[in-house]
């Protein structure tokens, strides 16, 4: 066990954001049509995570015209590019499906506020933006090395 241990551990993504159940995120993922990649973004509400390790989910779920729409992202997974806290939730359940029945404004989660949260949630995406940049350089650096070789 400790070797599958040891072979997930080198698939964390590093700098991966943490963020809680309930809040409303943006996540920006890598699509790649053909050879062209380019960032979509999806918002939404996160409303579930699942599993340990390098198998850890998150769900987020939006509404897009009128339909709900509920997307499972891998946590560590390379195509992530960043994600960005919209505003934080304030839940009392670790899983939000209840939401799923919920129409209109029954379906909306409570904002937490204050000064201190407010500026929590700058730090976590200022954390968030330059973790991404980094990865970003170190990814055209190694195309760079590639297209060289």
């Given at each position: 066990?400790?070797?599958?241990?040891?072979?997930?551990?080198?698939?964390?993504?590093?700098?991966?954001?943490?963020?809680?159940?309930?809040?409303?995120?943006?996540?920006?993922?890598?699509?790649?049509?053909?050879?062209?990649?380019?960032?979509?973004?999806?918002?939404?509400?996160?409303?579930?995570?699942?599993?340990?390790?390098?198998?850890?989910?998150?769900?987020?779920?939006?509404?897009?015209?009128?339909?709900?729409?509920?997307?499972?992202?891998?946590?560590?997974?390379?195509?992530?590019?960043?994600?960005?806290?919209?505003?934080?939730?304030?839940?009392?359940?670790?899983?939000?499906?209840?939401?799923?029945?919920?129409?209109?404004?029954?379906?909306?989660?409570?904002?937490?506020?204050?000064a201190k949260v407010s500026?929590?949630?700058?730090?976590?995406?200022?954390?968030a933006a330059e973790a991404?940049?980094?990865?970003?350089?170190?990814?055209?650096?190694?195309?760079?090395?590639?297209?060289?070789?």
């Amino acid at each position: 066990m400790d070797l599958i241990k040891a072979i997930e551990e080198t698939q964390k993504r590093p700098g991966a954001q943490d963020f809680n159940i309930g809040d409303t995120v943006k996540v920006y993922f890598k699509i790649v049509e053909g050879k062209t990649e380019r960032i979509q973004i999806y918002e939404g509400i996160v409303i579930c995570k699942k599993n340990e390790g390098a198998r850890r989910t998150f769900t987020v779920r939006k509404i897009s015209y009128g339909v709900g729409v509920e997307r499972v992202f891998p946590y560590n997974s390379p195509r992530i590019v960043k994600v960005d806290i919209v505003k934080p939730g304030k839940v009392r359940r670790a899983k939000l499906y209840y939401l799923r029945d919920k129409i209109g404004k029954d379906a909306k989660v409570k904002t937490r506020v204050g000064a201190k949260v407010s500026a929590e949630i700058a730090a976590r995406n200022a954390r968030a933006a330059e973790a991404a940049a980094a990865n970003e350089a170190a990814a055209k650096a190694a195309a760079a090395a590639s297209t060289e070789a």
